[in-house]
């Protein structure tokens, strides 16, 4: 079983900045397909961000947000620039290996004046 943790939210103002981490166990970390994920408040959970063979994001977010990882510290980040009142959510990091769908326990990201 992969296990997943998230950190970094908090609340910044419109057009501010933040880094939300997520830090994977187990050993094949570099095989491991990558996903952040979001959840508003009344909405369905959404794909923000995709690292897997492809990389890939959001309409909403695409020139604001960009993934990265370190295959040898096990972590993939996720920068977000230029926040929106809109990208208030729970952020969810997302591990696929294998068999396997591992989900972080979330970090609230609230953008408010």
């Known amino acids: 079983q992969v296990h997943v943790v998230e950190s970094g939210g908090g609340q910044v103002q419109p057009g501010g900045s933040l880094r939300l981490s997520c830090v994977a166990s187990g050993p094949f970390f570099r095989a491991y397909t990558m996903n952040w994920y979001r959840q508003a408040p009344g909405k369905q959970r959404e794909l923000v961000a995709h690292n897997g063979r492809t990389i890939d994001y959001a309409d909403s977010v695409k020139g604001r947000f960009t993934i990265s990882r370190d295959n040898f510290k096990n972590t993939f980040w996720l920068q977000m620039n230029n926040l929106k009142p809109e990208d208030t959510a729970v952020y969810y990091c997302?591990?696929?290996?294998?068999?396997?769908?591992?989900w972080g326990q979330g970090t609230q990201v609230t953008v408010s004046s």
């Open positions: 997302n591990a696929q290996y294998d068999d396997t769908d591992s």
